[in-house]
């Protein structure tokens, strides 16, 4: 597609303009990786799992953070909801669960539970 003109819409976190080459990412075209876990093993992918959410949480706080500063409070406000899912206990409690009853690796569980949600239809008021 070199040379080819393509334009994209979206909301910018920044003021201004940019020109330069862009990686377009597709991540539904992404499967994590599905490996079964011994019996053994589940303590240390519960531990890797409350790790990564640990990590994940301060990097949203520091983009958050860093995005208040740059352009204000109001449009960082989207990374509250980043935040809501990080810390959604029912949404850990299922993947524990899930992943002690089925001996899958995490991120193929946090996979299949967000896939099974995303398709439950939306309640209507």
Do not use: C
Not at 81 to 99: G, K, N, W
Not at 101 to 107: F, G, S, T
Request: charge should be negative; charged fraction near 30%; glycine fraction near 6%.
């Amino acid at each position: 597609m070199s040379g080819q003109e393509l334009k994209f819409q979206g909301v910018g976190v920044a003021p201004g303009i940019a020109r330069g080459n862009v990686f377009v990412h597709h991540p539904d075209d992404e499967e994590p990786p599905k490996r079964r876990l011994g019996e053994s093993e589940i303590p240390a992918e519960v531990t890797r799992f409350e790790s990564a959410l640990i990590a994940t949480r301060a990097q949203i706080l520091e983009m958050q953070q860093r995005i208040a500063e740059a352009i204000g409070a109001k449009d960082a406000s989207i990374f509250d909801a980043h935040l809501l899912v990080v810390e959604d206990r029912t949404l850990i409690d299922e993947v524990l669960r899930t992943l002690e009853r089925e001996k899958y690796n995490v991120e193929f569980v946090l996979r299949s539970l967000l896939l099974i949600t995303s398709r439950l239809p939306t309640p209507r008021p």
